[in-house]
């Protein structure tokens, strides 16, 4: 008699081996797991590292932000400075009510123009230390005066960066307790005060035209062609820190956290004199300009049409994939800024009075403006690979 039971435990085993296998095609299957990768496979349930990503196109980011936004508001900025420069030489020459009332208008728009380039501080800017020279506030009125006086200064010197700029024609422009022609009568009885009126508004020209003949010459092609690395020294580094520095330092703590004396220690003692434009009784406005030119650039807004956008940081966080309390960082990071731009749009001018009368409206925009330190210092540079290299040492 034929045992067949051998044969019957064969073929089970067979069965089974060959439903292990299936099973292990279908659900042991390994490969990209990540939907972000250009490889992605649904059916893979186990990583095996093999994923593949598109790269962003840094170039192309680089282009946008040199063609769109760098170079026109450089021009822009030149072309305000020269009819600044333009507008003192008219004044100086003919000192009337007239040519002071064009004078000062020159200065306010030159100084706005100010706010969208004041940022772009690498390269060319860096190199002859703009930021400093063009718009350091506040200025030594004592040595204004001593200076024109005397008839000798030197701006070439860097002794002499709080004693030029948009912040020593403030001073020039809005004399305290000065009528507008009392201000004239000054001029006309002070020759000195027309030469150095003259010597401010061609140390701006000459700085400024310097920088934007670089960036329309060799250093263009140079900051669009180094999109292969972010590490220090690159040009995306080059602007990620750049802006860390300009939006902590200058924006956040020069012209609201100093004046409202966030800075000085226990006493909190407000300091409104260090506000920007302190004679000319308006900040407010060039600080929205700096804010609002600030968040066109980090989403690649065309500089004349700002509604027009290509690419841009935001788009390189959204690339990386880049979260922030469950939602994209570059969307907290443009709510943020609109969160700021409405506390600035609610305080009123003269700030220097508002930060004495109103204070808390002014410690809720710092607030806001603070807020937004880490998203970029911390989260955009993250996202992005790069290193913070500016040293910052008030406390925060």
């Not at 939006?247 to 909190?268: A, D, H, M, T």
């Not at 290193?387 to 925060?396: A, C, M, R, V």
Request: aromatic share 12%.
């Amino acid at each position: 008699m034929i045992n067949f039971s051998f044969f019957t435990n064969k073929t089970t085993l067979i069965k089974a081996f060959t439903v292990l296998m299936i099973f292990c095609f279908t659900d042991c299957k390994k490969g990209c797991t990540d939907p972000l990768a250009t490889n992605y496979n649904p059916n893979a349930k186990k990583e095996d590292q093999s994923c593949e990503y598109e790269n962003f196109n840094k170039q192309i980011l680089l282009e946008n932000l040199t063609n769109n936004f760098i170079l026109p508001a450089f021009d822009a900025y030149k072309n305000n400075i020269e009819n600044l420069d333009l507008a003192s030489t008219t004044f100086a020459n003919s000192p009337s009510i007239p040519n002071l009332t064009n004078l000062r208008s020159s200065w306010v728009n030159a100084l706005l123009t100010w706010q969208d380039v004041a940022m772009l501080d690498f390269g060319p800017a860096e190199y002859i230390v703009l930021k400093s020279q063009t718009n350091t506030f506040p200025c030594d009125t004592t040595n204004i005066n001593l200076n024109i006086s005397s008839g000798t200064w030197t701006f070439t010197n860097a002794t002499y960066n709080d004693e030029k700029g948009f912040q020593a024609l403030d001073f020039l422009l809005n004399r305290p307790a000065f009528s507008d022609q009392q201000l004239v009568d000054y001029f006309i009885a002070n020759p000195n005060s027309n030469s150095y009126l003259m010597d401010l508004t061609q140390d701006l020209l000459s700085n400024c035209s310097y920088v934007h003949s670089e960036w329309n010459s060799s250093y263009s092609e140079i900051f669009i062609n180094d999109y292969e690395s972010n590490a220090q020294g690159s040009s995306i580094s080059d602007v990620m820190n750049a802006l860390n520095l300009h939006y902590e330092y200058y924006l956040r703590r020069g012209k609201i956290g100093l004046p409202l004396g966030v800075f000085n220690g226990f006493s909190q003692q407000e300091m409104p004199e260090l506000v920007e434009c302190y004679y000319y009784g308006q900040s407010l406005p060039f600080a929205i300009r700096a804010v609002e030119s600030m968040q066109n650039f980090i989403n690649g807004s065309n500089y004349d049409i700002s509604e027009q956008n290509s690419a841009g940081l935001d788009d390189y966080m959204d690339f990386t994939g880049a979260q922030h309390s469950g939602i994209n960082l570059s969307i907290k990071i443009n709510n943020q800024f609109n969160d700021i731009l409405a506390e600035l749009n609610n305080l009123n001018d003269p700030l220097s009075s508002e930060i004495l009368t109103n204070k808390p409206a002014v410690s809720q925009t710092y607030t806001k403006l603070q807020e937004l330190v880490p998203l970029l210092k911390v989260d955009m540079t993250s996202a992005l690979g790069v290193l913070i290299t500016y040293q910052d040492n008030d406390g925060d």
